[in-house]
């Protein structure tokens, strides 16, 4: 069995694992890694694609959360730095050092020397990680490295660093270095039930949504990171259990990135409603702006960008960058994701809750984590699996120290940019070589394989994008692509980064999976000449 392809319900159903792990986003996925990595049998279900929610509609930042400092939150955020750097050494074709600037302005609800004082705790939580430390900077330094910003009432500011992620494959990652380590792994297959034995959860009843079969797999221990929809998994354990989420929707919009004219990332306090915002470069093209943190009570199921806060992202970058003059028209895409942010005061802003997590116990042991972030996603997948190794009477921590060592698919020792040539040599344009390295890392070379075997894989999907067509191959057979919206959204990002949406490509990539698939369904022994 290909360990990168989706498990089947067959698959499911004849096993019987230490763990199973409800919802693929990243910290599921961060689970199943840390189960896999410890010698547990895991299984890892997700009702939609891995990654479909929360996880990859993010504001893609892997950081501290600077702005946690002013509430307090020191643990938190000395966490977060050090699981930065985890990751900027585990991965670091998806996480990469990003440059903030961050400009302060008379009547700041955050003065400069406050700033300054931040930024200094800021990089001593960090103890030395793997980004510079901030610079503090006078108006006239702060305009030569962002000239478009807006001038009346500069007092000047500082340039710090975080780092910025591909959340999206990020996840995937993470579920790839689990299926590498023989975790079960299968998107769109939805739990509909529990099951019970002498009062305890022993697994779950599965549907394939793909295919409407149901069927059973037996558990030892059930983990619920459902994320935002971890409450209606609680709830098939006790109907009655109480909710221990709030749900607050964040939107981001991506707009060219020339109309807003930023050169960095950008830090600011929004002046509508003195919220922390950013600007962030995502290419050369293109620039989005982000976010809001609004209670929402539709669901996550139901969830779109509302045109209020459309209209608040806009308002603010353009306030901050006064030439921008963006307009609903500018904005190429948008998303919106839910935080599964734990249940507080409900008079708290929704800005003010905390980003930490929980875990708790059902009567019937079903374990669920709750709240946390992406940042922190390995770290609270550790604790997890104390969790876990407790229900199955086994001593040990875990894996320890193997999570933060061993990279993952993509990233390795390897010097990334090694990997450059041989695509040009292939012919390849040098912008579609630094999209696979960016992409891929490592594992360029595959790419490139493809290419060789069959030239046409070569084209490109789309004419405003970098993506080819020997990558919905590689979707198919290694990172467990089952639709076009997989690929387009979440393997390549086409939907989002073309002005149709991904349409122009949308028939060929239908093609491209249709033979693969039709192709895995060969019997063992077809000659493998037939597959092509």
């Not at 989005?288 to 199921?301: A, E, L, Q, W």
């Not at 949406?501 to 028939?507: D, F």
């Amino acid at each position: 069995m290909n360990p990168w392809v989706r498990a089947t319900l067959q698959d499911l159903s004849g096993s019987a694992v230490d763990l199973l792990v409800i919802g693929g986003g990243i910290t599921g996925a961060g689970i199943a890694r840390e189960a896999a990595l410890a010698g547990l049998a895991v299984a890892l279900v997700d009702a939609r694609d891995f990654g479909a929610g929360t996880s990859s509609r993010s504001s893609r930042l892997i950081h501290g959360g600077l702005r946690y400092l002013e509430h307090g939150h020191l643990r938190l955020v000395f966490e977060a730095v050090r699981e930065r750097a985890i990751l900027l050494r585990l991965a670091p074709h998806l996480v990469r050092p990003l440059p903030f600037v961050l400009p302060a302005y008379k009547g700041d609800r955050v003065p400069r020397w406050k700033i300054a004082a931040g930024l200094t705790l800021y990089d001593l939580l960090a103890a030395g990680g793997n980004v510079p430390r901030h610079r503090t900077l006078g108006k006239r330094a702060l305009l030569q490295r962002e000239p478009l910003l807006r001038e009346r009432g500069l007092t000047g500011g500082a340039m710090y660093w975080d780092a910025q992620c591909d959340d999206a494959r990020l996840v995937l990652a993470t579920v790839r270095a689990a299926a590498e380590r023989g975790t079960l792994a299968a998107n769109y297959m939805q739990v509909t039930g529990l099951v019970n034995s002498g009062g305890r959860v022993t697994g779950a009843r599965l549907r394939d949504t793909l295919t409407g079969d149901e069927g059973e797999i037996r558990a030892q221990v059930v983990v619920n990171a459902a994320g935002p929809w971890a409450d209606g998994v609680r709830r098939l354990e006790d109907t009655f259990a109480a909710p221990i989420l709030r749900l607050t929707r964040g939107t981001h919009v991506l707009v060219p990135r020339q109309r807003v004219g930023n050169q960095h990332a950008v830090l600011f306090t929004s002046p509508v409603d003195g919220r922390v915002m950013f600007i962030l470069p995502w290419t050369e093209a293109w620039t989005y702006i982000g976010t809001t943190d609004t209670d929402d009570v539709s669901g996550p199921d139901d969830l779109e960008p509302r045109e209020s806060d459309l209209v608040y992202l806009l308002r603010s970058a353009n306030a901050l960058f006064p030439a921008a003059r963006l307009e609903p028209d500018d904005i190429i895409s948008r998303w919106a994701g839910l935080r599964p942010l734990l249940a507080e005061d409900p008079g708290t802003p929704a800005s003010s809750v905390s980003r930490e997590h929980r875990i708790l116990r059902g009567d019937a042991g079903l374990i669920t984590i709750a709240g946390g972030k992406l940042t922190t996603y390995r770290r609270m997948a550790a604790q997890v699996l104390k969790w876990v190794f407790e229900s199955l009477g086994r001593t040990g921590d875990g894996p320890g120290s193997a999570s933060e060592r061993e990279p993952l698919p993509g990233g390795g020792a390897s010097v990334i940019e090694s990997f450059r040539a041989p695509g040009e040599e292939l012919g390849l344009p040098l912008a579609t070589v630094e999209h696979l390295l960016r992409t891929y890392g490592t594992e360029a070379p595959a790419i490139y394989a493809l290419c060789r075997e069959r030239r046409e894989l070569m084209a490109p999907l789309h004419s405003e994008h970098s993506a080819i067509a020997a990558e919905v191959v590689q979707a198919a057979r290694r990172e467990f692509a089952v639709t076009v919206d997989d690929v387009l959204l979440r393997r390549t990002h086409l939907a989002q980064e073309t002005r149709d949406g991904g349409g122009a490509a949308r028939a060929r990539v239908a093609e491209l999976l249709a033979r693969e698939q039709a192709a895995a369904r060969l019997p063992a022994n077809q000659p493998s000449g037939d597959r092509d």
